[in-house]
DNA sequence: AAGTGGTCTAGACCACTAT
DNA sequence: TAGTGGTCTAGACCACTTT
């Protein structure tokens, strides 16, 4: 086995070389999963680096998911585990980056009044003046998703606004200005299109969708808006890949989860 | 604004402890996004602390889309953005670790000939022998999950052992060994439930319900197990959360994934 | 030139596990 | 006792951006 060496002179750093060098091993199944890697005083002779650069290679394969330590132990290759897939929404945030050939049409910007369920959501009292806005999402004529969501009416700020800064779909897909918002709750379920959103999709009705579910945090902890995406559930389809693949990883975050 | 300090004494690392304590400054809202965090040099000398420590602790932050770094600008407080919502398995998982009320049913276990589709996913010619599991997942007397598997039929592996190692559904999601596989693709889909799942999950036929196909490699890059599991929808939800809870962040990996 | 992020060193010290 | 992981220091050097 032609032992791999830290090139000093590359533009990748010394620690990212080490991480790849180790997947790399793990990867061909030099070490398999259970076997204990060398250790870090070890790996500091083998690659002539210090024992701070090897501890943040196996600390990025411990995030990774690829290695668990044991103090006093040594440092053991996990087995593959389904539960540390991990989904995003990546195929959302294409819609609205790459290929501008995507509209959001909006249906409807009004106010009503407050229904059992979304007063409970916004932690408004029931019958309060809240802004429901409705949108449609679509890649060329092909409808994609129907949105709707429900805004807390604050007197102080008008609804164009309000719709601009909290509820741009662009910005909180593709990385805009959502300042007001601190955090959000997000859940996935499916459903059976309902007549309403079957005509607007062009589906048929009772077809599975998948329900985007939405509901938004200011800074004090105040709900500000709650919807739902629902998208046609044959358009859409969410992926992840566990264990070691073969390319090199890279800086980007962990979408690529191990193990 | 009463300046919070590293405690040495305490059992948290120092890293940790300067982590929840920018997190919480942004939370907070003394930080918000777009704004440029102190300088790490700054971060040094307020809190006392060695160049490497403040380096972890922001690289922390990064990983977690808490903020971002542009060399020789700053480091800023990142918007938050729907597309790093990341949703795993935890649901899945806990039917297995948790609550042991949850039984694994084998229905069949057999050696049929691959069709189309099952011989290019496991890349076999068609008409191979290839082995199908069919499982039925219960809690209690509820039936939640329909699990279809075809795997390579190796004359060398008796199929118990292959349903052992290779498909031991505890293992896979709990943590068993599964070192045959090196990794696997994941997809979630959603699906109206056919006669046949439908009357197994005690449910009516056309129902919504998700499907997670998987499909697994071993270490020689070949597909060794390919399948799926049909989860009745309304017994199923993915969740996420994105961007700043309160509560401070410890060390498990980043389900809770921010910004 | 001064300030910023980014990497890396060569040790130190501690807690834990094995023998 | 010797070896392991885990944290931390106090600087060094580099690349980059701003003024």
Redesign the interface.
Known sequence: MTQKRINRAAFEPAYLQLINILREQI???LF???DCLPSESQLCKTYKVSP?TVRRAINAL??Q?AVSTVQGRGTFV?????????????Q??RLFTEGADTKVKILEVGIISADAESAQKLRQPEGTRIILIRRLIARGEEPLIYHREYLVYDSGRPVVEAEMEVASLH?????????T????????????LTEEAAGLLKAEI?????HLE?LF?D?D?QPVSWGGFICR?DM???????????SGVNLR???TASL
Chains 1, 2 share one sequence.
């Open positions: 990867s061909k199944g398999r999963a259970g701070m411990i995030e998911g996990r087995p593959l585990q389904l539960s540390t897939a991990v989904f995003g929404l990546d959302f945030q910005g909180l897909f593709a990385g805009g200005e959502a300042a918002i601190k955090w959000g709750q997000l859940s996935i379920s499916t459903e059976e009772g077809k599975p969708a998948f939405h945090y800074f902890e559930g859409f389809k969410f992926n992840a890949i566990v264990g070691f693949v073969e975050r962990g979408k």
